[in-house]
């Protein structure tokens, strides 16, 4: 199994960027995709994550309506679309799977890591 993030770059504060997190080795239909994030010298956090079981996304409160999560079956792809970006936004961006359908803020939960596309933002 594996997992490629792609999207990242310098945005300018306000801005949108869209993350995408594409899978091979396994269908992304049966297992929960949770989107993380780490910024330099802090812990590892979890964004949303979306349910397969369920077909609900799971926000973290510091979304904020902010971001919005999306999957493709088809292409067997996942989406983080960020909008109002903020400085404190930035940081590396992970995509991860969490080997049943239910989701888990957790991240000792996920078992496959992407590795990981860099989010700046800043003016």
């Known amino acids: 199994a594996q997992l490629v993030e792609s999207g990242g770059g310098l945005v300018q504060p306000g801005g949108s960027l869209r993350l995408s997190c594409a899978a091979s080795?396994?269908?992304?239909?049966?297992?929960?995709i949770g989107w993380f994030r780490q910024a330099p010298g802090k812990e590892r956090e979890a964004i949303l994550c979306?349910?397969?079981?369920?077909?609900?996304?799971y926000y973290s409160d510091f979304v904020e309506g902010r971001f919005t999560g999306s999957r493709d079956n088809f292409k067997n792809t996942v989406h983080l679309q960020m909008n109002s970006l903020k400085p404190e936004d930035t940081a590396v961006y992970y995509c991860?799977?969490?080997?049943?359908?239910?989701?888990?803020?957790?991240?000792?939960?996920?078992?496959?890591w992407g590795q990981g596309t860099q989010v700046t933002v800043s003016s």
């Open positions: 991860a799977r969490r080997p049943i359908s239910w989701c888990s803020p957790n991240v000792g939960n996920y078992d496959y």
């Open positions: 080795g396994f269908s992304l239909s049966n297992y929960a």
């Open positions: 979306i349910n397969t079981s369920n077909g609900r996304t």
